[in-house]
């Protein structure tokens, strides 16, 4: 069961932090504040037009954001789809039950929503960003085109770090869904996290038939692996 919520309030203070450092142990490799500030101010000196800074979210960004932002759209991403391919140790996972997590993988292509930050609070807003997605350094930030039905934006998006030992490599589908039906953490449980992603990208009009197909594999796997009535 969810101990702990992702909150703005508990990425702020640190609260989420700990958590994920003490279920993970001191070997594990966190980003530092001056690395966390210093890529922050990388990735905005490459941006393609500084004054319209988006942010892309494929997975619980879409109805949790946990960031202020001053316009939202659906947006397509070419050059990259949405995998589970990062072991869940934290969060929505734990050693104990281990999970799986979305990120952006090479090739295809990804329907999310898009985020336009305030030009004033844009070093303010991506800090909370980068608190959340880059803890443990297993994604990479990148710039994407985003393709809205306003037209083409620019957005940081968060692809998957290969190089990171939390990256899956190839594992199948069924695999994946007994990972997904039994990953718990204290942030909740793997299952709703699908869940949660296939309900909101389908309020937005949007179909992800890989990830729907995932979410009725899930399903069968609970009912099967319930307690008889």
Known sequence: MASLK???????????????????GAGTRFMTAEERHRQIEAI?????????IWVF????????????????????VHGYHRQFCLWARAGRGS??????????????????????????????????VW??????????????ALHTPRGLEHGIAFAVNRAHERYVREMGEEATARYLATGAGPLGC??????DTVAHLCELGIRDRRLEALERKVRALMVEAAPPA
């Open 44 to 52: 905005v000196a490459r941006a393609p037009h500084p004054e319209r």
């Open 95 to 128: 050693p104990e039950k281990p999970g799986l997590m979305l990120s952006l993988e090479r090739g295809g292509s990804c329907h999310g929503v898009g985020y336009r930050l305030h030009p004033k609070h844009v070093a303010t807003e991506l800090d909370v």
């Open 131 to 144: 608190r959340r997605e880059m803890l443990t350094m297993a994604y990479r930030p990148v710039w994407v």
């Open 6 to 24: 992702l909150t703005r309030e508990n990425i702020l203070s640190g609260v989420l932090h700990d958590s994920a450092r003490a279920m993970l």
């Open 190 to 195: 793997c299952a709703d996290y699908l869940f």
């Open 57 to 76: 979210g494929y997975g619980s960004l879409i109805w949790n954001p946990a960031f202020h932002y001053a316009e939202r759209r659906t947006a397509r």
